[in-house]
């Protein structure tokens, strides 16, 4: 399919609604923990397709493959690393073959996930080999007949690279997603801007990019705010894809907090800030995206974002995230602030009653330190 399609689509009914969650839902049918999930493409096809299914009969616009960790480092995890092919073309099929028992046209997106690995400079791993990796994954996608691939979860910018690299290789659009921590950022500390400013340099393949999984709904729309205020390409949009709540330890089980109610108030939001492909990650069921189909469909008015309204819809925000978000909403407020914490460090430098440098260095810093 080429990006004109998928944006023709969106420009009809001014938003696409993707699907929920993979693992968790298979785990509620059965999915041992720690058994990748991706394997049941070739063991249990069935329950696979009734996730697809019942998503789709919610309102689902979009169905992402089973295929979020079959790249050859996460399958060698369970000494499986050489049927990369078969498990993501059988995850294509899987959601083609699903998708092509409607009327109404439904998208297969191809779900490249991380590694798990750490990258060069920082890790073991080259970005040629990692590109390598997704190359083998998304070929295969193609091939079973994604519309699009959806590289997702992603943390540094040059794995992100990497991916984004192997879906050129196939001439599928493609879409990018990071995950946000506690405090608005990536775990490799990158924040919305910085992957905003990234998909702008592969515009010619990347048709959209946001947010998915992370904490929970609220502080994703936090995300998805933070990208509004940092869009480099008008033709490029925004994708929000929250967990269904704050994932809760109950027992042996992790449990996602969010009411289908929840995750209405979350789709209006997403689509308010912008968001044109709207869905969830963890925890979100069929049930869930029913009630966000029908709030999209039933409420055509935007939500102004309040972000003290926000955490009393969708749940509580760290400070870390609240500061993120205020900085984007006031850049002049928070550049002055940063310009002030600059003065004053070099401040003390000059004075020399600064911090100590490191932690073992018994001297405060000043001009002729030459530590």
């Not at 069935?46 to 697809?52: A, R, Y």
């Not at 879906?167 to 950022?185: E, N, Q, V, W």
Request: aromatic fraction near 6%; proline fraction near 3%; glycine fraction near 8%.
């Amino acid at each position: 399919m080429k990006s004109e399609e998928i944006i023709n689509l969106i420009n009809e009914n001014g938003y696409l609604l993707a699907d929920g969650a993979t693992g968790t839902n298979l785990f509620d049918v059965g999915l041992e923990a720690g058994y990748p999930p991706e394997l049941w493409n070739e063991e249990r096809p069935d329950l696979v397709s009734t996730n697809h299914k019942n998503f789709i009969e919610a309102g689902s616009d979009i169905i992402l493959t089973n295929s979020f960790g079959a790249n050859k480092y996460r399958l060698a995890l369970h000494n499986c690393e050489d049927r990369v092919r078969d498990i993501n073309f059988a995850a294509a099929q899987i959601a083609r073959k699903n998708a092509d028992l409607y009327e109404k046209k439904v998208l297969v997106a191809g779900s490249i996930g991380p590694t798990g690995e750490i990258l060069h400079p920082i890790g073991p791993l080259s970005i040629e080999d990692a590109t390598d990796a997704f190359t083998d994954q998304a070929v295969a996608l193609k091939e079973g007949g994604s519309d699009l691939l959806w590289i997702e979860t992603m943390s540094s910018s040059e794995e992100m690279d990497a991916a984004i690299n192997a879906a050129m290789k196939t001439g599928l659009p493609t879409i990018c997603s990071y995950s946000f921590d506690t405090h608005g950022r990536s775990m490799m500390g990158l924040e919305p801007k910085e992957l905003a400013t990234l998909s702008d340099k592969y515009k010619n393949v990347v048709i959209g990019y946001g947010a998915n999984c992370g904490i929970g709904a609220s502080e994703l729309i936090g995300s998805i705010m933070c990208f509004s205020q940092s869009t480099m390409n008008n033709d490029q949009f925004i994708v929000a894809k929250g967990n269904c709540g704050i994932p809760q330890f109950k027992g042996a089980e992790i449990i996602y907090d969010g009411t289908p109610e929840m995750m209405a108030e979350y789709a209006v939001y997403a689509r308010s800030l912008g968001a044109k492909i709207i869905g969830g990650c963890c925890g979100t069921t069929h049930l869930h995206v029913k009630a966000m189909s029908d709030a999209l469909k039933n409420q055509s008015k935007s939500i102004e974002f309040e972000l003290k309204a926000v955490i009393e819809s969708l749940g509580t925000m760290t400070d870390g995230n609240v500061q993120m978000i205020q900085n984007y909403l006031n850049p002049e407020i928070s550049n002055q602030k940063v310009e002030r914490r600059a003065r004053r460090r070099r401040s003390r430098r000059r004075s020399g009653t600064g911090r100590s440098c490191r932690s073992s260095c018994t001297r405060r810093c000043s001009s002729s330190c030459r530590i």
